[in-house]
Each structure stands twice: as C-alpha cells, then as structure tokens.
C-alpha cells in the first residue's frame, strides 16, 4: 500500500527567507501524481503545486517550487520569501490512476516569525 | 461560483443519534469524496463517488453511509453516533479522477457528546 510520510511536525522560518518542508512516500507504481495542499486557520484546503511522477522538470507556482526525486521518492516544497500568509499546516499527498484515493501525509506546521 | 459548499459548519450530536452532512458542488464535477480530519492527522478518506448513482468506500467507511441521486449532491449519513466519530469532515470534488486538484469544502466541526 502507498504511504506518504512528513517528518516535520512543525517549522519556523523568518519572514523573507527560505524554507523547504519534506515529504518522502512509497508506492510500486511507475505512474502517479503529488500535491501540496495548504490548510490555513481557516481550515480551508487549498492546492499549492502539483506534479506528475513522469515529468522530470520540477513544479513551480511563483513562490513555490518542488524537488521531485523519483528514484528516492522525495517530493519537498521550497517557499521562497516567507510571508505571513504562509503560515499554515502543509499536507504533501499522493494519488495515482489505479484507485480514486488521495493518501495523505500527517502534514507539517509552518511557522513565520516576523 | 459557490465551489464547494457544506452544511451545517458545527454540529453537536449526542450518541446514538444519527444526522446528515450535506455537501453540494457547482462545477459539473464528476467525482466527489468525504474525508474525516482528526486532530493532527492527514485526511482519511470515508466514501467517494465517480458519477450519479456510483459511490464507494474508502479507507475508513464504517459508521456512514452515503448516495448520489445527482451531480451537484454527495450527503454523508451518519447512523448511530459514536464518539470515535467525532472529527472535522470535509468534502471535495474533482474533475476525472484523483488525478486532478481537488476543491474542498469548508468543513464540518462534528463533536459527538
């Protein structure tokens, strides 16, 4: 079965600067699909990126962007000049063509101090 | 666009009662899904569904039931409370599949006294 594994609970960063939050996972399959979805106080659940297991290039929305290692199967996020707003839990997520499931990390805390 | 809408936000519910979650989505979107958050965790996913008149179980299905009569409706029933059952839920839909982002929901606070 597939599982996704986030070892940061929690991460602090200062605003402006650079944090990366990890995500490894394991599957058999060659073909599959990851996310990044941001759960703000709101409670809201909110696409970040999203990336294609068998695109090489790695994912970027603006701020964001993604280091994919398929062959170590490692899917981190970089958010690039914190702001306030980033503040939030991160889930990372995975999905592929053979169930309709999305199976989801434990999710990590980021934390910007101002 | 409403996206996804769910009712009510917060519930309490008192154990052995039963009461429905309704979730209804506005973008024609084949595929919906029921998850429940307990504090700390990732999502789990209760029921989905691929189209009107299609659903199934996913990973932790006891204690609910579900129906899709249309598109734009996917109500979570809950039979016989338990407080095990309390949690956040939430719904979302997607277009073809898990593939594609899901839009959720705002949430449901269910507590279950």
């Known amino acids: ?114 | 666009n409403a996206g996804v809408t769910q009712t009510p936000k917060f519930h309490i519910l008192k154990i052995g009662q039963s009461m429905t979650l309704q979730c209804t989505q506005d973008m024609n979107h084949n595929y919906m899904y029921w998850y429940r958050q307990d504090p700390g965790m990732g999502l789990k996913l209760i029921y989905y569904s691929v189209g009107a008149g299609i659903t199934d179980k996913g990973e932790v299905p006891n204690g609910y039931n579900v129906s899709r009569s249309t598109t734009e409706d996917f109500p979570l029933r809950l039979e016989l409370a338990a407080p095990s059952q309390t949690s956040v839920y939430f719904c979302a839909s997607s277009y073809l599949g898990s593939r594609n982002e899901q839009f959720f929901g705002p949430g449901t606070r269910l507590t279950v006294l």
Do not use: H
């Open chain 1, 1 to 114: 079965a597939q599982t996704v594994t986030q070892s940061q609970p929690e991460m602090s960063v200062q605003e402006a600067e650079t944090v990366t939050l990890s995500c490894t996972y394991d599957t058999s399959e060659s073909d599959y699909y990851l996310f990044w979805y941001k759960q703000p106080p709101s409670r809201q659940m909110i696409l970040v990126i999203r990336q294609e297991a068998y695109k090489q290039q790695n994912a970027t929305e603006n701020r964001f962007s993604v280091n994919f290692q398929k062959a170590a199967k490692s899917f981190s996020l970089k958010i690039s000049d914190s702001q306030l707003g980033d503040a939030a839990m991160y889930f990372c997520a995975y999905s592929s063509d053979s169930n309709y499931q999305l199976i989801w990390g434990a999710g990590t805390k980021l934390i910007i101090k101002p």
